[in-house]
């Protein structure tokens, strides 16, 4: 049976806080790495607050100092924000209220790769970002 996507958002992983393996993008190898897990990704952007973004870069440094890590695994964020973002839409069809939900929208926008992978199309990521007059 294929997970759901809320699914995926509760499954503990392991997290934490271990040495970059290798240099990749902006992350040095040896730095502390924080591979965070979806639950943390999401529970840090619920605390984003409304006509507030962040882009993914921010949102890394963000949770990597509130871990105690410098840096925050840059492939494991791309899946959890995705993670995060249709585990939201899946409560929206369930009748939550955007209120209810993880306001990824601001930290994806139409020029964040993982914008684009959404089951659900980057229309309401954008009507999301204009509604809190949020740019792009």
Do not use: S
């Given at each position: 049976m294929v997970k759901s996507w809320n699914d995926r958002l509760n499954?503990?992983?392991?997290?934490?806080?271990?040495?970059?393996?290798?240099?990749?993008?902006?992350?040095?190898?040896?730095?502390?790495?924080?591979?965070?897990?979806?639950?943390q990704v999401d529970d840090f952007i619920r605390s984003i607050p409304e006509g507030v973004e962040m882009d993914v870069r921010a949102l890394r440094t963000a949770l990597a100092i509130e871990h105690g890590a410098e840096v925050t695994?840059?492939?494991?964020?791309?899946?959890?924000?995705?993670?995060?973002?249709?585990?939201?839409?899946?409560?929206?069809?369930?009748?939550?209220?955007l209120s209810d939900i993880?306001?990824?929208?601001r930290v994806l926008d139409s020029n964040t790769p993982t914008t684009r992978k959404l089951s659900f199309g980057a229309a309401f990521v954008a009507a999301q970002r204009k509604r809190e007059g949020l740019k792009r």
């Open positions: 499954t503990p992983g392991i997290n934490g806080v271990k040495p970059t393996p290798r240099t990749m993008a902006d992350v040095i190898e040896g730095q502390p790495m924080l591979v965070p897990t979806a639950r695994c840059p492939v494991t964020i791309g899946y959890h924000l995705r993670t995060v973002a249709e585990a939201a839409n899946e409560d929206l069809e369930r009748g939550m209220t993880a306001p990824f929208w």
